[in-house]
Structures are given as structure tokens and as C-alpha cells.
């Protein structure tokens, strides 16, 4: 109905060695924590968790391929076996931190290759899913909209829907690969005209200039963009005046 507010989460990836992850914290609602796989170590866990903890934001695990010398941007060949290990092996360490934290675990978000792969590719998305069942535990999904991961967890984990505010589309929703120079968004404005597009209309403007209908409730926005500072804070500034609340 028009006239309602609508609640989103802002989120983003930390504690992957960048140097503003404390003056990121104020403006987010959740944050995804890098646990080995592309970085991240138990020292680097527990200061990010630490931070969480100090602004009152959310925390998840963000695993990748285990491949810390591409930032788990490529695609690693393994067996689904190996994948799944690995992904549990990434998770049940943040988990272990965040339990000599007190802190509960909200979320598990992929990183990188393994978010884009599992998002398109059904061995791989069981892979991961079969890593976070066997935690025992049910922090929600971190998913994107009418995706393959998507589909193969509805059943097994909650799930909510992300988007990305700094990231260009495809057509077919995938992301603009990173090698493209156009792939990043880094403009203020037209970082929160993505955003605004996303939440009040439910569409995304394409690489191309089609708009596609897309749903989500958690955006994100990258801890390595330089321009992360400026843009969330640029979005904080025009969400009161569209109703739109960060929750």
C-alpha cells in the first residue's frame, strides 16, 4: 500500500584485510565475515565480530573457494565432497569465534566465484548447503532472487534475497564480471538509484538499459569498494524521505 514503510538490510563483506571495516559499522544492519577462504584468519574473525558486536550489527560467515591468492574470485575445480569440507571447515571456524563472542550467528553469505557459481549451478549449491546442515545450525541464506541456490535451500534454510548496490546486472541477473570496467559502481547517485529501483519498484536496470524484475530485502555493498564510506553513508541520507527503513 502506498504510504508504507518498507524494511531493508544493508550489509556488507568485512574482515578482508581492508582498512575501513570500523567506519563502515555504523551504517550497516548485518555483515558478512570472511572465515579462510579467500582471507581471514581466527584473529581477523574475532576483530570484525568484535566491531559487530560494539555497533549492534548483525554477523554471518561469508566462505569462498579456498583460494586466497585470487580473493576466491575463480572458480576453484574440486569435488562436491571437497567443496563441502571446505565450506564447513570456513563456517564452523567463524562459528567458534562467534560462540566465545556471545554473539549469535545470523547469516551465511558465499564469497566471490562460489556465490556466482552456486547460484547457476546445482552440484555446487548442494555442495554448500550439505556444508551448513551439517553445522547443525540455521542461520539464514544469504541468496540471489530465482536462483538455482536459491530453489535447492528453500526447503532446507531460511533464505532471504540479495542484491547488490554496487554492482552492475546482466540481463540474465548475473553479476558484470569483474574484469569489465564498468562492472563496479562507485557513483553515489547512481548507487542509490539502483537501491531505490530495487526496493520501491522491484526492477534493476541491465548493463544494457533493460530493466529486469528483481526481488531482495538485504543489499550489499562491497568492503573493497573505495567509495563504500561515501555511498552508504549518501543512501542513509535519502531513505528517510522514501519510506524506506534499515533495519
Known sequence: MKGDSIHIDLNADLGEGMLHDEALMPYLSSCSIACGGHSGNQSSMREAVRLAKKYHVKVGAHPSFPDTSNF???????????????????????????????????????????YNYAA???????????????????????????????????????????AFIDRRYEL?????????????????DDAWNQLKSIVLDGEV???????????????CIHG????ALAILRFIHEQVGTHNIILK
Open 224 to 227: 573493497d569498494n573505495p567509495e
Open 120 to 162: 547457476k549451478d546445482a552440484l555446487t549449491a548442494t555442495a554448500v548447503i550439505d556444508a551448513i546442515l551439517a553445522t547443525k545450525e540455521r542461520p539464514i541464506l544469504y541468496v540471489p532472487h530465482n536462483s538455482i541456490l536459491s530453489e535447492k535451500a528453500k526447503n532446507l534454510l531460511p533464505i532471504a534475497f540479495e
Open 205 to 219: 536496470a541491465t548493463i544494457d538499459g533493460q530493466k529486469r524484475p528483481i526481488k531482495a530485502s538485504t543489499f
Open 72 to 114: 576466491g574470485r575463480k572458480i576453484v575445480t574440486m569435488s562436491k565432497a571437497a567443496l563441502t569440507e571446505s565450506v564447513y571447515e570456513q563456517i564452523t571456524s567463524f562459528f567458534s569465534v562467534c560462540a566465545s563472542e556471545e554473539i549469535k550467528i545470523n547469516h551465511v553469505k558465499l564469497h566471490g566465484a562460489l
Open 172 to 188: 540474465d541477473l548475473s553479476l558484470v564480471p569483474r574484469g569489465q570496467s564498468n562492472a563496479v559502481i562507485t557513483n553515489t
